[in-house]
C-alpha cells in the first residue's frame, strides 16, 4: 500500500514550479494537497488572492500527480493542521523556503516523516515562484515601482538621528515602514511631513530603487538648501518610511546614519503586528513645542541607545515581555530628555488641555497593554501601544488601529 503524501501552499498562480514540486513529492507516496484558504491567505498575506480558493483547489485537484486536495480549515502559518486529521499522511514534504522548526515539530509531534526539497525547475524550465510572477504583473509599462507612499512608525532610540543628542552617545533608532491601510493624519508623529514631500515628486507610488539611495534623495530633497530655518528633519523620517520591513540605523555625531539594517522576515513582522496598534490622539496643536525644557545628558542618551539595543534583539527573538520591557525603557529614556513629548509647551507656555498624559494614564491602566510610547516626538497624534494581541484588542476598541508593516 503506498504512503500518503502530504504538502500544503496557497498554490496562488498556479506556475511550473508549483507542478514540479507536485512531481518530486509524489515520487514519495500518493500525493495529497492542504490548500490556504481565502481567509489565511488575506491574513498572512495582507491582501486577497489573485484566485479564489474555489478555483485553486480545482486547478490543483485536476493534476494528475495528485491524489485528493483539500482547503485548510486552520489559520496562520499551520493552518493545515485539521487536513493532516483528515489526511493521516506518513511523510510530510515541503521545499525548503517554506520549511520552519514549527512544521518539523508539528511532525515529529504526530509521528511524520518531515522532508525538505530544495526548489529547483523543471529540466529545461525557467525557475518561477509566484512573487516574482505577481511582481512582474504588477508593473506597468512606463514604471518599475511599488504600490502606495508608505509612512513610518519609531519603534525605539528616536531622537538619536539629531546629531545634538547622538554627540553624547552613539546609537540605533529602529523604525517600521507601514502600508497606509488608514487614514495619515497631518502633525500626528507619523512623518506626514516627510512623506507630503514625496508626493510632492511621487504622487502615487515609490519608485523601485535601492531603498537606501531612495531614502537619501527623500533626506536631501527634505533638507535643501533653500529650506527656511534651520532645522534639519531627522533622518530616521526617511529611512523608516523608504526602507521596507523592519529597520535600524546608527547615528553617531552626523545627520545621515553611518549604517543601516533591516529586515523582511515574515514571522518578525508578524510579531510587530500582532502586537502593536495605534491609538489617535489629538494632532499637536500650533505653536507647539516639545524640545521646551529638554535635558540631554550622556547617561540619558546611553539609557536611550541600550533600550533600543534590547528592543532590537527582543524583536528578532519573538520575545514579546522583554519587547516589551525595553520598548517602555525607549521611550522612558526620550521622556526623561524631552518631557514636552508628554507635556508640550504651546507659545512658549505650559498647557494643561494639550498634555496627553490623560491618554496615557488611560490607556496604559488596560490588563492587556504591556508597554506604551507617543509616536514621532509626541505632543499628541498617536499613541503606540504594545498589547498582547492586536486583532483582539482592536475587536474590543474600535479606536484602535492594527498596522500592516511593508515588505517590499
Not at 17 to 32: K, N, P, V
Not at 34 to 54: V, W
Not at 200 to 215: C, F, Q, R, T, V
Not at 223 to 251: F, T
Request: glycine letters at 8%.
Amino acid at each position: 500500500m503506498a504512503k500518503k503524501v502530504f504538502v500544503s501552499g496557497c498554490y496562488d498562480l498556479l506556475h511550473s514550479g508549483h507542478i514540479e514540486f507536485f512531481i518530486q513529492a509524489s515520487r514519495y507516496g500518493d500525493l495529497y494537497v492542504g490548500i490556504g484558504s481565502d481567509a489565511t491567505y488575506l491574513e498572512y498575506k495582507h491582501r486577497k488572492p489573485m484566485f479564489p480558493q474555489e478555483e485553486r483547489l480545482f486547478m490543483v485537484k485536476s493534476i494528475r500527480y495528485v491524489k485528493d486536495a483539500y482547503i485548510n480549515a486552520g489559520h496562520g502559518v499551520i493552518d493545515f493542521l485539521p487536513t493532516l486529521d483528515i489526511v493521516k499522511p506518513d511523510i510530510f514534504v515541503v521545499n525548503a523556503e517554506g520549511g520552519s522548526e514549527l512544521k518539523r515539530s508539528v511532525c515529529e509531534s504526530r509521528g511524520i516523516q518531515y522532508i525538505e526539497l530544495e526548489r529547483t525547475p523543471h529540466e529545461g524550465l525557467q525557475a518561477r515562484s509566484s512573487s516574482s510572477l505577481k511582481a512582474s504583473l504588477g508593473k506597468d509599462d512606463s514604471s518599475e515601482q511599488v504600490t502606495g507612499i508608505p509612512t513610518r512608525l519609531d519603534l525605539a532610540g528616536t531622537w538619536i538621528d539629531q546629531p545634538y543628542v547622538s554627540q553624547y552617545h552613539p546609537g540605533w533608532a529602529l523604525t517600521i515602514s507601514l502600508e497606509p491601510t488608514f487614514e495619515i493624519r497631518d502633525r500626528c508623529g507619523l512623518s506626514t511631513s516627510t512623506r507630503n514631500m514625496i508626493q510632492k515628486i511621487w504622487p502615487l507610488k515609490l519608485p523601485k530603487m535601492d531603498p537606501e539611495m531612495l531614502a537619501r534623495l527623500v533626506f536631501c530633497f527634505e533638507n535643501n538648501p533653500e529650506k527656511e530655518g534651520d532645522h534639519i528633519s531627522g533622518a530616521q523620517d526617511s529611512v523608516g518610511i523608504c526602507v521596507p520591513g523592519l529597520a535600524r540605523h546608527y547615528y553617531d555625531k552626523n545627520f545621515w546614519p553611518l549604517k543601516i539594517e533591516n529586515t523582511v522576515d515574515e514571522m518578525t513582522l508578524r510579531f510587530l503586528e500582532s502586537h502593536i496598534v495605534l491609538i489617535p490622539l489629538e494632532p499637536r496643536r500650533k505653536g507647539c513645542s516639545v524640545v521646551e525644557g529638554k535635558d540631554i545628558t550622556s547617561e540619558k542618551v546611553r539609557a536611550l541607545a541600550q533600550a533600543a539595543d534590547n528592543c532590537w534583539d527582543a524583536i528578532l527573538r519573538h520575545d514579546l515581555d522583554s519587547f516589551a520591557t525595553a520598548y517602555r525603557a525607549s521611550f522612558d529614556a526620550q521622556t526623561a530628555m524631552f518631557p514636552g513629548m508628554i507635556n508640550p509647551t504651546v507659545d512658549g507656555k505650559l498647557c494643561e488641555q494639550a498634555s496627553v498624559q490623560p491618554y496615557i494614564d488611560k490607556y496604559s491602566s488596560l490588563p492587556d497593554v504591556l508597554a506604551w510610547k507617543l509616536a514621532g516626538a509626541g505632543g499628541g497624534g498617536y499613541l503606540a501601544l504594545v498589547v498582547r494581541d492586536a486583532e483582539s484588542f482592536a475587536s474590543e476598541r474600535p479606536e484602535a488601529i492594527e498596522i500592516h508593516i511593508r515588505r517590499q
